[in-house]
């Protein structure tokens, strides 16, 4: 089975400085991992995912993050946040064969202060 | 393109009441799932389609909870009797069907905010 850890449950942080939500996993097998973030009041979105080749991804609003199987960890990173960066921020996990289930992590609340 | 659709926005209902959610994916998504997000958590799969057959749902109790999805297009979920945990956020989502589905992306519904009282 896998599972999801994101290790901060809030994050605070001044706009225009970076900022980094952790995210550890653990799987036997082999696994995509995926950053979602969620808005107030709205659905999830799609910010990037891992699925294979390089291990730096980019995504959407400037964000990227580094799968490092060896620390099985997927870290999200933005070198410069702004105030509509503000939402809660999903990690995600589904093992590439096997159980056919995605396991959402419990979430890290980016709060971006002027 | 439209995004998924999902209805009602918010439902107040007492315990032990019925209360069903609708929701309609992007068209031509092969795969539907429906997420309970209870506050302060993360979602968690409840069922999940694939056209018209379930691939996933161990994590549905099964006891109250229902879903279907006729036809491979919408799908219903449904509880009775509701509990007072059953609180939360039900969020509906489709991926396309490809030659690597797991590794999709699922396009989310903006949710329907449940609270039993």
């Known amino acids: 089975a896998q599972s999801v850890t994101q290790l901060d449950s809030q994050v605070p942080v001044f706009e225009e400085a970076p900022v980094e939500l952790r995210c550890n996993y653990s799987s036997s097998v082999s696994v995509y991992l995926f950053w979602y973030v969620q808005y107030p009041n709205q659905g999830l979105q799609l910010l990037l995912k891992y699925l294979s080749g390089s291990t730096l991804v980019k995504g959407i609003n400037g964000f990227e993050a580094e799968f490092n199987k060896s620390q099985t960890s997927f870290h999200l990173r933005k070198p410069s946040v702004h105030i509509s960066d503000t939402a809660e921020y999903f990690c995600a996990v589904i093992a590439t064969s096997g159980t056919y289930k995605y396991i959402f992590g419990t979430g890290t609340r980016l709060k971006v202060l002027a | 393109e439209a995004g998924v659709a999902q209805s009602p926005r918010y439902k107040i209902i007492e315990k032990r009441q019925s209360v069903a959610f609708w929701c309609n994916p992007i068209?031509?998504?092969?795969?539907l799932y429906w997420y309970q997000q209870i506050l302060g958590q993360g979602p968690k799969l409840l069922i999940q389609?694939?056209?018209?057959?379930?691939?996933?749902d161990s994590q549905l109790p099964k006891d109250r909870f229902s879903a279907e999805r006729l036809k491979g297009v919408d799908s219903t979920l449904k509880i009775q009797p509701a509990k007072l945990e059953d609180s939360a956020v039900y969020l509906c989502a489709s991926s396309l069907d490809s030659p690597r589905p797991r590794g999709e992306t699922q396009y989310f519904g903006p949710g329907t905010r449940l609270l039993v009282l």
């Open positions: 068209s031509g998504h092969a795969t």
């Open positions: 389609f694939q056209n018209n057959g379930v691939v996933d």
